[in-house]
């Protein structure tokens, strides 16, 4: 697909991330304006509050966007998303004869402060990139035993905090937890040393489900798609995680991006998952290009200098698709919402510089990381910023979900001291 041309000017640039070809949604506020449900389009926002109120977009008898989220959207499905994406394309296009009631109704980017999207139901994390899990797997137990005897059959998973679940731009404290050296006997209740980032994607459920999903199922209720920065405290998980996998280590926080990019606009994107080893079960199976050819950057910036590029790899690189990951998860019978929110597992590629964690990049702190202002990380230190951002490459333009930004700040002293 080539572009798509909107009276918005900035829009039609081919290097900004919000094109009409995109039409991601956020929830933003202004000085005099509180915070409401926005859709990017080009360096502005269209106010879609305003838009629902003057009766520019009608899509139901109820409104849908006059709460600071976008779960009262999701819950009408896709017959419903796609009207209102059909709607917004007409709108916004080249020639539409709503220009002179829509420009009223923009704000600049610049002048406004995003926040959360959509209310987070419920988070899952997967473990589902093959290059990060026999990474890992290498590290821990050897090359010969990198992977888990279940991991070819099935997306490994665990349920994670969606209290924690945080926007682009939020700061991250540096945790507390209980830390075991090899050298003594017992552990130590200390910060973490060897905090982390994870480049992930994160899909959004949008429709709610009551029993088991085939994968066409699953990706129809699928609404989009964030990045996701899954911290992880590397020395609280080494002490806690077994038997039953991760818990506070990766409790401090997850950020996502603030724009949910539509499984509609990234369609043009689609791709095929890597060939399998083993067949798949048959509530697994691929049933097309499941997942998308998005290009993905972190950038590693120590307080007061500027950033380096620690990583660059692609979302194709996963074993898993979204898909597949929710279908897996209610074959139980697992109920799942509408604003679930599922995160890719950390994304890696087939060589060091498309690493997704300092983990993988240090191997295990190992092999300090080298960054372009000559300091050195194993793992991130209090003031770093991690930004990761992603595109898909389309003729003239390019679908982009904003960065997802998070700061380190110190611990804070010990919170059981006197």
């Known amino acids: 697909m080539t572009r798509l041309n909107s009276w918005v000017a900035s829009a039609n640039s081919a290097d900004i991330d919000f094109p009409l070809n995109n039409l991601p949604y956020g929830v933003f506020s202004t000085t005099t304006l509180e915070a409401r449900c926005g859709v990017a389009i080009g360096d502005m926002i269209l106010d879609m509050a305003e ?144 905090f982390d980032m994870e480049l992930e994607m994160g899909a959004i459920v949008g429709t709610s489900s009551e029993g088991p999903l085939s994968v066409d199922a699953a990706d129809a209720a699928i609404f989009g798609y964030v990045l996701l920065n899954d911290w992880s405290a590397r020395d609280i998980q080494a002490w806690e995680y077994q038997p039953l996998g991760p818990f506070q280590a990766k409790a401090t926080a997850t950020s996502i991006s603030p724009w949910i990019v539509t499984k509609a606009a990234l369609e043009p994107f689609r791709v095929d998952t890597p060939p399998r080893d083993v067949p798949l079960l048959a509530h697994l199976k691929d049933t097309g290009p499941m997942l998308y050819d998005i290009n993905l950057t972190v950038t590693l ?91 898909a490459r389309g003729d003239g333009y390019r679908i982009g979900f904003g960065p997802c930004t998070g700061t380190i700040l110190p611990a804070l002293d010990d919170p059981f001291t006197t």
């Open 51 to 194: 838009a629902e109120a003057q009766g520019l977009v009608a899509l139901t008898d109820d409104p849908l966007f006059q709460a600071p989220y976008w779960n009262d959207l999701m819950e009408q499905g896709p017959a419903v998303w796609t009207a209102l994406r059909n709607r917004l394309m007409a709108l916004l296009a080249e020639g539409s004869d709503a220009r002179a009631q829509l420009e009223p109704l923009l704000t600049p980017m610049t002048d406004a402060t995003l926040h959360m999207p959509f209310v987070v139901s419920e988070y899952t994390d997967f473990y589902a990139g093959r290059h990060r899990a026999t990474n890992v797997g290498t590290m821990f137990r050897g090359p010969e035993n990198a992977l888990p005897p279940n991991w070819l059959h099935m997306p490994i998973g665990y349920n994670g905090r969606a209290s924690s679940v945080v926007v682009s731009g939020t700061d991250v404290r540096r945790p507390w937890g209980q830390l075991k050296s090899p050298d003594h006997d017992a552990p130590a209740f200390l910060p973490s040393r060897r």
């Open 301 to 391: 910036a120590p307080l007061g200098q500027p950033a380096s590029t620690i990583t660059q790899t692609n979302y194709r690189e996963m074993y898993y698709s979204a898909a597949q990951q929710l279908a897996h998860h209610a074959t139980s019978g697992c109920p799942m919402n509408a604003g679930d929110l599922l995160g890719s597992g950390t994304i890696s590629g087939t060589t060091k510089p498309e690493r997704g964690s300092l983990l993988e990049l240090s191997w295990g702190g190992k092999e300090p990381l080298t960054l372009a202002t000559g300091e050195t990380r194993t793992f991130l230190e209090d003031g770093d910023t991690v930004t990761m951002t992603g595109e």
